[in-house]
């Protein structure tokens, strides 16, 4: 036991002086050694919390999460299955609320991939929906824009034409002499 008193520093020994058998003093320093410090459980889990899926691939964001998950499980700390999953879950934005809701209101338990795969699925159900919404943003975007159809107009009121003046009219005429004007120039006109 001596030889275990001499090998460690004055601070260690004050943490196995009450103990007078081997066996007691290894269990004590394992204990101090193998066991995560609480400063560096809250330290990740501080890392953690501060992950979101804001401006990020839903790719990336997995990769992140997992990365956590994994200094966890190296510093003898594993989450459950349920911390993993309400972890994933808390980091969406608000866009994926009615996915949380599905996910929480399931009878059954799925897998963490069973849930990442219903993720990209919804994510690419999101960006259909977002370029659905862009093209008819777009289709609406160029009827307000017609020259025929201004905005004072689009109600439910009808457009007299009659007054309208199409656009290309606004354009000047070429010049009298300009060399391919297709309308013989007043001066070289031949009265009959």
């Known amino acids: 036991m001596y030889w275990i008193y001499f090998s460690l520093t004055p601070g260690m020994i004050g943490r196995i002086v009450e103990y007078n058998i081997a066996h007691d003093i290894w269990a004590s320093l394992n204990q101090v050694f193998e066991s995560p410090s609480i400063a560096m459980v809250m330290g990740l889990s501080s890392q953690l919390g501060q992950i979101k899926k804001i401006d990020i691939s839903l790719s990336e964001y997995l990769a992140k999460l997992k990365t956590m998950f994994d200094k966890y499980a190296t510093i003898g700390e594993p989450l459950s299955y349920r911390d993993k999953l309400t972890k994933t879950l808390e980091g969406l934005s608000e866009e994926y609320d009615m996915f949380v809701t599905s996910i929480n209101n399931r009878s059954d338990r799925p897998s963490l991939e069973v ?33 025929f159809f201004p905005r004072a107009n689009l109600t439910t009121q009808p457009v007299n034409m009659k007054n309208q003046k199409p656009p290309f009219q606004s354009f000047p005429k070429p010049p009298l002499n300009f060399p391919f004007y297709p309308y013989p120039s007043p001066s070289t006109q031949t009265h009959s």
């Open 115 to 147: 849930v990442h795969s219903l993720l990209y699925a919804y994510e690419y159900r999101l960006f259909q929906c977002q370029v659905e919404q862009n093209i008819n943003f777009s289709q609406a975007n160029l009827a307000t824009q017609n020259p």
